[in-house]
């Protein structure tokens, strides 16, 4: 079975809008050099467990650390580069009124993302708690600090610095208003509903 990974292409990252070509060239290399580093800490891991003395339990867990970290960085870029858009987009209707069931609107569920983006310098998600359906905005300092298990993104913004200090200095707010305003909004619903489909049901108490 192979597990090399590739980097995806992006089609849309030719025209995004406030961000240039510069900042989105740097930030797609970037996101290659995860890949890369992904295939390799893969690639070692693999010949470690197939001969464990090559490495000690301490190199192990480290190795098995960094991965899970490059992994998480190749998901978390694919998805926010999904979703980039150059113009303003009108939200499904689908999308729109599970948002609303869960924020009691879309002002306050974009009040609630914007707040959320702006409180972090890694990655702020949508997601999809997958046991119950219901959706949050979370945030994680870093790539490893995902939320919680079985929680799928629908949505992921890139608040690092890399994805907007050379467009916008240091007006993070003016970035994520306008990242936001700008979203690719089918890709969020799509998302969601690929998610609703492997919805798992509650995990019942003393089972
Ligand atoms: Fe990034």
């Excluded at 060239?25 to 891991?45: F, I, M, P, T, W």
């Excluded at 000690?56 to 899970?68: E, R």
């Excluded at 929680?151 to 007006?171: E, K, N, Q, S, V």
Aim: with cysteine; net charge negative; hydrophobic share 40%.
């Amino acid at each position: 079975m192979d597990h090399v990974l590739e980097p995806r292409s992006f089609a849309n990252l030719t025209s995004v809008a406030g961000l240039s070509r510069t900042t989105l060239d740097e930030h797609y290399q970037l996101y290659c050099g995860y890949v890369k580093k992904a295939n390799s800490l893969s690639e070692r891991l693999t010949a470690i467990q197939m001969t464990p003395e090559l490495a000690s339990a301490v190199d192990i867990v480290n190795i098995k650390g960094d991965l899970c970290f490059a992994l998480a960085a190749v998901r978390n870029h694919e998805m926010y580069f999904d979703i980039l858009g150059s113009r303003k987009i009108s939200i499904p209707a689908m999308l729109q009124e599970q948002i609303s069931a869960n924020f009691g609107s879309m002002d306050n569920y974009l009040e609630d993302l914007r707040r959320t983006a702006m409180g972090t310098r890694g990655w702020t998600w949508t997601v999809m708690d997958q046991h119950t359906g219901r959706l949050w905005n979370f945030s994680g300092h870093h790539n490893g600090q995902f939320p919680f298990w079985d929680a799928r993104p629908i949505l992921t913004l890139d608040l690092c610095d890399h994805a907007y200090f050379y467009d916008f200095g240091h007006h993070r707010a003016d970035y994520v208003n306008c990242l936001i305003d700008h979203l690719n909004w089918e890709k969020p619903a799509e998302f969601l509903t690929l998610g609703s489909q492997s919805h798992r049901p509650p995990i019942l108490a003393g089972t």
